[in-house]
């Protein structure tokens, strides 16, 4: 059974940081291009960062310079270093793992910005 559970989300001031994780479990971890994705109340989910087996990594345009991922492959888990936090960051953020047609995503991690 394939299981990713993120950790590390919360209420956090503007110019905050928080680190996420997801731990992965019922998968070879370091075959899979691991990512982390976010969706906002009433907007679609989006592509936040990605890691590939190798380390390649991409990340969405707004977050560039302040969001770091990264991957443990001997924990199986992968972070997202969010540094410079923005309330437009607000939102309920999900790890995925790919592997060709296989995907699973985890349940999700609220990020609240906000005073």
């Known amino acids: 059974q394939v299981q990713l559970v993120e950790s590390g989300g919360g209420l956090v001031q503007p110019g905050g940081s928080l680190r996420l994780s997801c731990a992965a479990s019922?998968?070879?971890?370091?075959?899979?291009?691991m990512g982390w994705y976010r969706q906002a109340p009433g907007k679609q989910r989006d592509l936040v960062a990605r890691?590939?087996?190798?380390?390649?990594?991409i990340y969405a345009d707004s977050v560039k310079g302040r969001f770091t991922i990264s991957r443990d492959n001997a924990k199986n888990t992968v972070y997202l270093q969010i540094n410079n936090l923005k309330p437009e960051d607000t939102a309920v953020y999900y790890c995925n793992a790919q592997l060709g047609a296989l995907n699973y995503w985890g349940q999700g991690t609220q990020v609240t910005v906000s005073l």
């Open positions: 019922g998968v070879t971890f370091r075959l899979y291009v």
């Open positions: 890691i590939t087996s190798n380390t390649s990594t």
